[in-house]
T-cell receptor, first 119, second 111 residues
């Protein structure tokens, strides 16, 4: 149980284009999902908290107009990187909390990640 | 002071040895604590969580929690080369819904 998927697993795009990444909880309903970014050999960095049916909460320094987050259903959150530039190239990972899970409700289950390369 | 601190490592142990990974946290109100493993190029995966003082065992893994000292550790017994990864300590922020992750400790188990 508690499986999270992401699509696509990798994407290459041209500078200036927009890229959408999907995060789905496959076997549970996730009212809260999180989006992280990780550069090579660096720490996991939380970008935003995505709450179903409401606006996302962005971490300090993350541009909300550049990284658009939509959490329209209990099983799907999307991150759109708008007008992507080479410095946006990174590993984007989502996670989801299972509020009805057998374990701690604070447990985060991670998706496999999306590797974005902007040329 | 960081909210969650881990020894950056790298930590190297021989195969079959016990690997000890440490984590300290600053929020005395924290109630639960998580350990994740992240292989190079992959996303984190949950190993275990603990919320009571003392030890919690799951197979070769043992989490130890001491709330008075604000310290949580992960012991890996009979370490295997496949345990080579970065281990992340995570502490949920009180009343915030999100968690603070440590920077991780990189473990290498040498055959």
């Amino acid at each position: 149980g508690a499986v999270v998927s992401q699509h696509p697993s990798w994407v290459i795009c041209k500078s200036g284009t927009s890229v959408k990444i999907e995060c789905r909880s496959l076997d549970f309903q996730a009212t809260t999902m999180f989006w992280y970014r990780q550069f090579p050999k660096q720490s996991l960095m939380l970008m935003a908290t995505s709450n179903e049916g409401s606006k996302a909460t962005y971490e300090q320094g993350v541009e909300k107009d550049k990284f658009l987050i939509n959490h329209a259903s209990l099983t799907l959150s999307t991150l759109t990187v708008t007008s992507a530039h080479p410095e946006d190239s990174s590993f984007y990972i989502c996670s989801a909390r299972d509020p009805a899970g057998a374990g701690s409700t604070d447990t985060q289950y991670f998706g496999p990640g999306t590797r974005l390369t902007v040329l | 002071q960081k909210e969650v601190e881990q020894n950056s490592g790298p930590l190297s142990v021989p195969e079959g040895a016990i690997a000890s990974l440490n984590c300290t946290y600053s929020d005395r109100g924290s109630q639960s604590f998580f350990w994740y493993r992240q292989y190079s190029g992959k996303s984190p995966e949950l190993i275990m969580f603990i919320y009571s003082n003392g030890d919690k065992e799951d197979g070769r893994f043992t989490a130890q929690l001491n709330k008075a000292s604000q310290y949580v550790s992960l012991l890996i017994r009979d370490s295997q080369p496949s345990d080579s990864a970065t281990y992340l300590c995570a502490v949920p922020k009180t009343n915030a819904g999100k968690s603070t992750f440590g920077d991780g400790t990189t473990l290498t188990v040498k055959p």
